[in-house]
């Protein structure tokens, strides 16, 4: 391998990772023109193993997206519909989502991931009601709930500071951020993409007050669009700037483009490789965020358990009820069984763990290393590398 490193131009960046350097915008650029995928992965690969060996996470977990009412106008989405009454336009009531942890008492969920359109009529009560009528339902899920673009939007018309709203969501029942809502950080992008919702420093300037409370949070980005190689590695690098301050960070997902059913629809979907190279950039570039998530849903499961020889340790989760990439046509899967995924990721030569949300091992599935170590979690700290 060590060959074909050096015939891909690749040997300064293979140097200055075995000295522990880190790696510039250039060099992020590099790897990803380098024309030799393998190359790249067996770099990626290696970042991945110092840290994760063959380990590799998912949880069980349910998506609840309690209206796709939403006031934004960006151009990659599906899912929204502009007012309350447009053709399939939907807000659920405080009892219709509970019913639906309800109707998984027998399933041992530890995560309900919920994200929303932003509904320009709901009363805030409505957001801190839904989080404590899931915690009465399940005092010990974990809540992880509410872009920080939701977050953003919930300030401006509830007159109520960023701070404020988290905290109110916290006292509420809320865990952790999502990282969705990052798209692409460049501005040349988002003006054309998603001009009208929170901008990149108040995105990053959320995630910032979440750590500082106590909160972890992920890191998104939507690629295959329009972005520029360089707009990739800067979107990066931005993200792992504010973890050099927080540590706060626990995983970046790259989220590849579906084009479905949206106003971007004339563009294609990224490729498998561009996929698989996204991955492993990502996982050289982040040297401080913990976990490189590929979000099978988005990447397609062919592709998500080959990622996890191109830098990725985590798979997301079971992931029931998704909507947004179903609407923009993935072709995946409605949810998958922990049976499934730890078969997916033996069949990929990996270790499968099922893991909470805050990345303690609730499940070894088998393979005897669930240690007390494991069990507990890290600290919040900043934490310049990993
Ligand atoms: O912010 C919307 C993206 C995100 C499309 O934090 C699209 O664990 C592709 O953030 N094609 C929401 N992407 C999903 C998300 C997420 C996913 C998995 C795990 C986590 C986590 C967060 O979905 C949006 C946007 O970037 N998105 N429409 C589309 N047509």
Redesign the pocket.
Same mark, same amino acid.
């Given at each position: 391998m060590q060959t074909r490193i050096h015939a891909a131009g690749l040997a300064g960046i293979d140097e200055k990772l075995r000295a522990g350097e880190r790696l510039t915008l250039d060099d992020g650029v590099t790897l990803f023109t380098s024309p030799d995928l393998l190359a790249l992965g067996s770099l990626a690969n290696r970042e991945r193993e110092k840290r994760h060996a063959a380990r590799t996470y998912f949880n069980y977990n349910l998506r609840i997206e309690a209206t796709n009412v939403c006031v934004a106008s960006c151009l990659?989405?599906?899912?929204a519909r502009l007012r309350p009454g447009d053709p399939g336009a939907y807000t659920m009531s405080l009892e219709q989502a509970w019913d639906k942890l309800r109707r998984r008492q027998d399933q041992p969920l530890t995560e309900l991931?919920i994200?929303n359109g932003l509904h320009p009529d709901l009363p805030f009560s409505y957001y801190t009601d839904l989080l404590r009528g899931f915690k009465r339902i399940r005092p010990a899920i974990h809540l992880?709930c509410f872009?920080a673009v939701e977050i953003a939007f919930f300030a401006d018309i509830y007159g109520m500071s960023d701070e404020q709203v988290l905290k109110a969501l916290m006292e509420a029942g809320l865990d952790s951020l999502?990282?969705?809502? /990052?798209?692409i950080f460049a501005e040349r992008v988002r003006r054309k993409i998603c001009h009208d919702k929170c901008g990149t420093d108040r995105y990053l300037d959320i995630h910032r007050i979440a750590h500082r409370l106590g909160m972890r949070s992920?890191v998104?980005m939507?690629y295959g669009h329009i972005e520029t190689l360089d707009e990739r590695v800067d979107h990066m690098m931005r993200a792992r700037a504010l973890q050099d301050e927080t540590g706060g960070f626990q995983?970046f997902?790259p989220?590849?483009?579906?084009p479905d059913n949206?106003q971007m629809r004339k563009l294609p979907a990224p490729s498998a490789t561009d996929t698989l190279r996204v991955h492993a950039v990502a996982r050289l570039m982040l040297d401080n965020i913990p976990h490189i998530?590929a979000?099978w849903i988005?990447t397609g499961l062919d592709v998500a358990q080959t990622a996890l020889w191109f830098g990725v340790d985590d798979l997301?989760g079971t992931v029931q009820e998704e909507k947004?990439?179903h609407m /923009?046509g993935s072709a995946t899967p409605e949810g998958m069984t922990t049976a499934q995924l730890t078969r997916l990721v033996r069949a990929a030569g990996r270790e499968p763990l099922e893991r909470d949300t805050l990345y303690n091992i609730v499940n070894d599935m088998g393979s005897g290393v669930l240690t007390k170590s494991e069990m507990t979690p890290d600290p919040i700290t900043p934490a310049p590398a990993c």
């Open positions: 990659f989405c599906s899912f991931h994200v992880k872009t999502p990282g969705g809502g /990052a798209e992920n998104t939507l995983a997902i989220l590849a483009f579906h949206n998530k979000f988005a997301d947004i990439y /923009a």
